[in-house]
């Protein structure tokens, strides 16, 4: 998937409702996904929570083929910033 599909993916995830803080996905060489509540842009700011993943990764879990647990625990996901942050994205992913 490319970063386009899957900003629309999470907007899609996301429209009816986000969380209230700020979360990006940070897929390396291919870019950003900045969330703040259902706004979804490619703008690399500072957020609440910063999820480190590549973008294979984030288009198994945005498919819910990619366990989010298990992927914390295996390495393939890596957060800096607020955890309790990131706990609140198994409402939307």
């Known amino acids: 998937m490319s970063l386009q599909e899957l900003t629309e ?3 899609a ?3 009816g ?10 897929c390396g060489s ?5 969330l703040d509540g259902s706004t979804v842009t490619n703008e ?3 957020a609440d929570c ?3 993943i590549s973008s294979d ?3 198994d879990l945005l498919a819910g ?3 989010p647990t298990m992927a914390f625990m295996t390495g393939k996901i890596k957060v800096e910033g607020n955890m309790a942050v990131a706990m609140k994205l198994g409402s939307i992913v």
Request: no cysteine.
């Open 65 to 67: 083929e990619l366990n």
């Open 17 to 26: 409702g986000g969380i209230d803080d700020t979360v990006k996905f940070d």
């Open 57 to 59: 990764n984030l288009a």
């Open 9 to 11: 993916a999470v907007r």
């Open 44 to 46: 690399d700011k500072d």
């Open 30 to 34: 291919d870019g950003v996904i900045f």
């Open 50 to 52: 910063t999820i480190k």
């Open 13 to 15: 995830k996301v429209a």
